[in-house]
């Protein structure tokens, strides 16, 4: 039996985007598909590059049901927009009609022009730096008012949400239930005692991994679909790698980099642990609460694996224990 969790049938219902439902819907803004559709790597949502009529290249977003609501994608694109006009690089939706959000047919749907770049090489200071640069001048338009209907980072959603939906669902092996639960309450326990309320929220992208960073002239950051409100730190501990030394390094480089534009403060250093615990448990339940969605059996086969479990009741021990280390520090320890 297929593990499920109860969720409207429409928040998985992506069969109607057939070549010619597409082909219809671009055409309802006056854009005409040449090109067939090539799907690119999405899994939240679908979507697509083609080429229209002038031999232009798009990228078209058709947003998955019931996930955000109008008014959140439009605080999305609003965003995106204010960073243009402060020459920030990154993907913004292209304006038809004085509209950047569009509905046909009960979908909701974005055109992008199709942008190009090589990828972000993570190792290389060079792009690091100009990466913190680019974080810095971003979170300087973040600063200015917070999302209205976008959330907030909480634990509520990252830690609390996910560990019903896992205990609602079927995954985990019976075998492992007991060590797998056991585990994942102390770590819940230990995020309690080591998170601590950000003096400040700032709009984010919200989901600055390195494989939403292209790497042209400069970086270009793709993909604000995940863009809430959060600290500043959440943007940045996700482009840190390795050993604490090389962390360290590569944080002195960002930081330095980030404060020619925004002024960061040192003390959310120590939420760069607890947010790793956090996505690590929102990350297990955002793929059981897709699981119905056809796309996602097909590129996590391991999901439903009990070898992928046993590794998280061992992945829940490796973060307790670096949650009791000393947080990541530029300054000195005394």
């Not at 429409?10 to 090539?38: H, K, Q, V």
């Not at 009529?53 to 109008?70: A, D, G, H, L, T």
């Not at 730190?233 to 020619?260: P, S, T």
């Amino acid at each position: 039996m297929s593990p499920f969790i109860s969720m409207s049938e429409t928040a998985f219902n992506f069969e109607a985007l057939t070549p010619d439902f597409m082909w219809y819907a671009l055409e309802s803004i006056g854009i005409r598909a040449e090109s067939g559709f090539l799907a690119l790597n999405s899994y939240e949502n679908r979507v697509y590059q083609f080429t229209d009529e002038e031999r232009q290249r798009y990228v078209v977003k058709f947003y998955r049901p019931e996930r955000w609501s109008q008014e959140q994608i439009q605080e999305e694109h609003d965003f995106t927009l204010e960073l243009i006009e402060s020459e920030i690089p990154v993907a913004p939706p292209c304006k038809i009609n004085g509209q950047t959000l569009h509905q046909y047919q009960g979908y909701l749907f974005a055109l992008f022009a199709s942008v190009g770049g090589r990828q972000f090489e993570v190792d290389n200071l060079e792009q690091l730096e100009g990466v913190g640069r680019f974080l810095g001048r971003i979170h300087k338009v973040g600063s200015r008012q917070p999302f209205i209907h976008r959330p907030t980072v909480s634990l509520d959603e990252y830690l609390y949400q996910p560990r019903q939906i896992l205990q609602q669902s079927t995954f985990i092996p019976m075998h492992l239930e007991n060590a797998f639960f056991n585990d994942l309450d102390l770590l819940i326990k230990q995020l309690e005692q080591h998170w601590q309320t950000p003096n400040q929220i700032l709009r984010l992208h919200g989901d600055c991994h390195p494989g939403n960073i292209l790497w042209r002239d400069g970086p270009m950051f793709v993909d604000l679909d995940d863009a809430r409100n959060g600290p500043a730190v959440q943007d940045l501990w996700m482009l840190l790698n390795g050993d604490r030394a090389d962390k360290l390094m590569q944080l002195d480089i960002v930081l330095e980099a980030y404060q020619e534009f925004s002024d960061f403060n040192m003390s959310e250093l120590k939420l760069i642990e607890p947010l790793r615990g956090l996505r690590m448990v929102h990350y297990m339940a955002w793929l059981a609460k897709r699981w119905q969605d056809p796309a996602f059996p097909i590129a996590f086969p391991w999901f439903n694996d009990p070898k992928y479990w046993e590794s998280q009741v061992l992945a829940f021990k490796e973060q307790i224990s670096v949650l009791n280390e000393p947080p990541l520090s530029l300054m000195p320890q005394w």
